[in-house]
C-alpha cells in the first residue's frame, strides 16, 4: 500500500511518524508534498520518507491519499490533481466543513472519499480519529484508512454530522486541556512548587484521570465523588470550580468550536 500526503506540517507529519513507527507502510511507500525546500529536507531528515514539490506526483503515486492541507486550499489543490489521481485511489480528508457531497463535486465524479478528523495526540501515538466513508468507499476502503490511522491511536466510525461535533470534543479539546494543565501548574508555582515539577505533576493527574474514565468505565462524576470526602480539600476545590462556571465555560466553548468547524 503506497500512502500519499499532500502537505507535510506538523499534523502529517506527527502521522506519519506514528504510521512508520508502528509499521504500518515502511517509510520507502511514502511520498509527501512540500512547498518549500526547507520543508522538504526538514522532513526527509525527521522522518525519512520521499518528498516532492509536486501534488500531481503525490496524486498519481498514491493507493491513499491524505490531503494534509488547510482548508482554504482544497478547491485549489483539488483542481490541481483531480486529473492525476487513480481510479481506485482512496482520498482522505483531514479538514472540517468540507462534506463527502462537496468534497466529490470538486473531483467532478464518484470517488473512493473518506472524511477523517484526527488530533494532536497523535505526535505521542495516543490520537483519536473519526472515520466517516463516503458512498463511493467501500467497507475494504474504510478498513485500510483504519489501518492506517491505528498507526498512531485509536479510531472510531461516526456518521457524517458528528464529524465537526468531533472537532468541539475532542479534535480542539487538546488545547482546553492544556491550558488546564498550564493553570493548575500556574497554582503550584505560586506556592513555591518549581514550574518543571508542577507541570509533571498536573500532566500526570490529567493522564491518569483520562486513563480511569477509560479503563472503569465509571461515569466521570462518580469519579469525581470517589475523590470528594466530606469536609476535605478537594469538594472545597469543586465548591469553587462551579461558582467560578467552569462546566458552562468548557461547555461553552465546544460548542462554539463546532459551529466554527461547520463554517470552514
Known sequence: MKVGFIGCGNMASAMIGGIIRNQVVTAQDILASAKSEASREKAAKNLGIRLTASNKEVASFADVLILAIKPFYYQEVIAQIRDDVKEDTVIVSITPGKTLEWLEEQFGRRMKIVRTMPNTPALVGEGISCICPGPGATQEDTDKVCEIFSGFGKTEIVTEPMIDV?????????????????????????EGMPRAQAYR???????????????????????KDMVCSPKGTTIEA???????????????????????????
Not at 201 to 223: I, N
Open 166 to 190: 468531533f472537532v468541539g470534543v475532542s479534535g480542539s479539546s487538546p488545547a482546553y486541556v492544556f491550558m488546564f494543565i498550564e493553570a493548575l501548574a500556574d497554582a503550584g508555582v505560586s
Open 238 to 264: 469543586v465548591r469553587i470550580l462551579e461558582e467560578k462556571g467552569l462546566r458552562s465555560a468548557v461547555f461553552e466553548a465546544a460548542k462554539a468550536c463546532i459551529i466554527k468547524a461547520r463554517e470552514v
Open 201 to 223: 505533576f498536573a500532566a500526570q493527574a490529567v493522564l491518569g484521570s483520562a486513563k480511569m474514565v477509560l479503563e472503569t468505565g465509571k461515569h466521570p462524576g462518580e469519579l
